[in-house]
Each structure stands twice: as structure tokens, then as C-alpha cells.
T-cell receptor, first 115, second 112 residues
């Protein structure tokens, strides 16, 4: 079945540091890939997505490239801020079945940015 | 503004009681989902519904039940058969042809 493996956390960085959170996946066919962010006590918000190989998703300074050859979708940001502190989830979706998409999530990576 | 509303935000239940979590969306999305989140375990799919009056079990459906009588609403009942119900429950919806979910803000259920 489909699965997602994320870099284990927690990750602690200083402000303005470079961020990488690794994500690899196992899937049949051609999944779509996502990064979601969760702030304390809240639901998940879509950060970025990519729906085919070599696509780059980007938003709020975060980027991730869909690499089919390495089955990876690593999240990067060049200069993190304290406000980026949150839990980040990598996820994949196979082809929709009768309009429903079953997203499979990684275990999440807690990121803390110190001033 | 369109979105998903989950209520209540916090819920306490005594052992042996059933409890129903509310999820309402005004996004006109056809598909809706319930996930459970436990610390360090990511999200696990409980039930999903592609359309009104139809729903499917996810990976951890035992001890839960759902209904989908209206497009806007997808309530989840946590029954007394659920052995470890304390968790954060998230409802989501998706639009046909658009990949990805919109999430509600969640309900934290604690069994006391």
C-alpha cells in the first residue's frame, strides 16, 4: 500500500537558518504529493503541492520538488522565521476513487525556530 | 467565507458513553473525511464519504460510526466500543478534480 516516511523530529533551528525536512514515499502509479502545516491546537493547512514528476510546489518561501527517481518530496526554506514553528506533514494521494481522495500522511515533524 | 466548522473544540466523555462530533462545510464539496490524530503517529483515516447517503470505512473504523444525510454535514459518533477514544479528531473535505483537502480546526476528545 501507499506510505510516507518523514524525517524524525523534533527539529530546532535558529532564525534565518536553512531548513530541510525530508520526505520519501512508496506508492503505486503516479501520486500527488503535499505538505501540510499544523499550528498548535489547530487543523492542518495546505502549504504546497505537486501533482506530477518534476513539479515544484512553493508557498510562503517554502519549496518542494516531486522527484520520482528518488521517490522524494523534501521541504526546504532558505531562511526560517520564528513564526514557522509548527508541525509539518508530508502526504500523498493516489488517484481519486469516485471523487474521493484518500490521503496518506507521514508522522509529522515538529519544527521549533529560536530567535 | 467558506470553510469547515467542527464543534465542539473540546469534548469530555465518560467511559461507556457514545459521543457525536459535528462537522459542517459550506464549500459545496462532495467528499468528506474523518481522521484521527495521536501524538507522533500522524493522521489515520476513520471514514470517508464520496457523496450523500454513501460512506466507506477507512483504516481504523472499528468503534466509530458516521452518517451523511446532507451534503454539508458529516457527523462522527465515537461509540463505547472504541477502546482508546482520547485523541484529536479532524474533519476534511475535498472538491472533485482538485487535489488536496480543506481541514476543520479539530475536536479534542478526552475520556474521563
Amino acid at each position: 500500500g501507499n506510505s510516507v516516511t518523514q524525517m524524525e523530529g523534533p527539529v530546532t533551528l535558529s532564525e534565518e537558518a536553512f531548513l530541510t525536512i525530508n520526505c520519501t514515499y512508496t506508492a503505486t502509479g503516479y501520486p500527488s504529493l503535499f505538505w501540510y502545516v499544523q499550528y498548535p491546537g489547530e487543523g492542518l493547512q495546505l502549504l504546497l503541492k505537486a501533482t506530477k514528476a518534476d513539479d515544484k510546489g512553493s508557498n510562503k518561501g517554502f519549496e518542494a520538488t516531486y522527484r520520482k527517481e528518488t521517490t522524494s518530496f523534501h521541504l526546504e526554506k532558505g531562511s526560517v522565521q520564528v513564526s514557522d514553528s509548527a508541525v509539518y506533514f508530508c502526504a500523498l494521494s493516489g488517484e481519486p476513487i469516485q471523487g474521493a481522495q484518500k490521503l496518506v500522511f507521514g508522522q509529522g515533524t515538529r519544527l521549533t525556530i529560536n530567535p | 467565507d467558506g470553510g469547515i466548522t467542527q464543534s465542539p473544540k473540546y469534548l469530555f466523555r465518560k467511559e461507556g458513553q457514545n459521543v457525536t462530533l459535528s462537522c459542517e462545510q459550506n464549500l459545496n464539496h462532495d467528499a468528506m473525511y474523518w481522521y484521527r490524530q495521536d501524538p507522533g503517529q500522524g493522521l489515520r483515516l476513520i471514514y470517508y464519504s464520496q457523496i450523500v447517503n454513501d460512506f466507506q470505512k477507512g483504516d481504523i473504523a472499528e468503534g466509530y460510526s458516521v452518517s451523511r444525510e446532507k451534503k454539508e454535514s458529516f457527523p462522527l459518533t465515537v461509540t463505547s466500543a472504541q477502546k482508546n477514544p482520547t485523541a484529536f479528531y479532524l474533519c476534511a473535505s475535498s472538491e472533485q478534480g482538485i487535489y488536496g483537502y480543506t481541514f476543520g480546526s479539530g475536536t479534542r476528545l478526552t475520556v474521563v
